[in-house]
């Protein structure tokens, strides 16, 4: 039998966007009870891993959250070091969490690497009846700022598999 920590590629993926929007229940959502997760505090991050087969290969996601920093704009150089892929999130209930993506966007492009994928993610999709982003709003900024974007609900599960599956499909391409 294969040691089930053995894998082939390891991707970091960092969660990036405002308080409150949802970043930990997405982590939670990916990782929680059915799979191998590894919770581990180190200064004001948290991260936990996942394997996901593709193509035969054993590709392990390493995501990292950042644990309250992101109120005081303190996340560091070294969160976003040897980053694979970034999934940027806001609160389509919550309009100043969209307004302030650009600025995320920006401090992820000035900290990452170029080779990072970046997903625009719209989380808490089940509250329809509070939406202040319009999906269509999202996705020609999206488009315009060369992001692919998914809404998703952390609370039901909406669309959350299928982020995790684009980030890693697509980090694992630009390997090939
Ligand atoms: P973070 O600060 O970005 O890590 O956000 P959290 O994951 O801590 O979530 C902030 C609050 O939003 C919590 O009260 C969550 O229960 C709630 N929340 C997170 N995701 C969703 C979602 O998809 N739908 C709804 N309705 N609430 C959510
Ligand atoms: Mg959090």
């Known amino acids: 039998m294969s040691d089930s920590n053995e894998y082939d590629h390891l991707f970091k993926i960092v969660f990036i966007g405002d308080v409150r929007v949802g970043k930990s229940n997405l ?7 059915r799979f191998n997760t590894e919770y581990k505090s180190t200064i004001g991050v948290e991260f936990a891993t996942r394997i996901l087969n593709i193509d035969g290969k054993r590709l392990k996601a390493q995501m990292w959250d ?3 920093g992101e109120r005081y704009r303190a996340i560091t150089f070294a ?10 999130v806001y609160d389509i209930s919550n309009y100043s969490s969209y307004k302030n993506i650009p600025r995320w966007l920006k401090e992820i492009r ?5 080779r990072n994928r970046i ?3 719209g989380n808490k999709s089940d509250l329809e009846n509070q939406r202040e982003v319009s999906r269509e709003e999202a996705k020609v900024f999206a488009a315009e700022n060369g992001l692919d974007f998914i809404e998703t609900s952390a609370l ?6 299928a982020a995790f599956q684009w980030i890693m499909t697509s ?6």
Not at 79 to 88: D, P
Not at 171 to 176: A, T
């Open 27 to 33: 982590l939670s959502q990916i990782t929680y009870d």
């Open 66 to 68: 950042v644990a309250g």
């Open 79 to 88: 969160y976003y070091r040897n980053v694979a892929g970034t999934i940027l």
């Open 110 to 114: 000035n900290n990452g690497n170029s």
């Open 119 to 121: 997903l625009l993610l």
């Open 156 to 161: 039901d599960g909406t669309g959350v598999e």
């Open 171 to 176: 980090s694992y391409k630009l390997l090939l």
